[in-house]
């Protein structure tokens, strides 16, 4: 199968700000849920650069927060233009589909 890169950063781009639409969360938890819903192979390494690519998009905004061990955490919002992002990637998902389905093929 040919290598799905540029798919699987989208998706993967679309689940974080969708975990983090629910409520302001920290990367380490975003790791942690992303491993549990099948992205098991997922590092911090991987995400924490996407995570400042949706800062510098204006898709999320940081703040810091006490954490209850050891330093303050950065804890990543979704903005506006972060949502109209999620609605935008779930539009094209739904055309994508209906692009697939029997009757178009």
């Given at each position: 199968?040919?290598?799905?890169?540029?798919?699987?950063?989208?998706?993967l781009?679309?689940?974080?700000?969708?975990?983090?639409?629910?409520?302001?969360?920290?990367?380490?938890?975003?790791?942690?849920?992303?491993?549990?819903?099948?992205f098991?192979?997922?590092?911090?390494s991987?995400?924490?650069?996407?995570?400042?690519?949706?800062?510098?998009?204006?898709?999320?905004?940081?703040?810091?927060?006490?954490?209850?061990?050891?330093?303050?955490?950065?804890?990543?919002?979704?903005?506006?233009?972060?949502?109209?992002?999620?609605?935008?990637?779930?539009?094209s998902?739904?055309?994508?589909?209906?692009?697939?389905?029997?009757?178009?093929?």
């Amino acid at each position: 199968m040919e290598n799905n890169t540029q798919l699987l950063k989208g998706v993967l781009e679309f689940c974080v700000l969708k975990f983090i639409s629910r409520e302001p969360t920290y990367g380490y938890e975003i790791v942690m849920h992303l491993k549990q819903v099948g992205f098991s192979d997922l590092s911090e390494s991987t995400l924490y650069p996407l995570l400042l690519r949706l800062e510098q998009q204006g898709k999320v905004t940081v703040e810091r927060r006490p954490s209850p061990k050891g330093p303050s955490r950065k804890y990543y919002i979704v903005t506006e233009e972060g949502r109209k992002a999620l609605l935008e990637f779930r539009r094209s998902e739904e055309h994508t589909s209906e692009l697939q389905s029997p009757r178009t093929i």
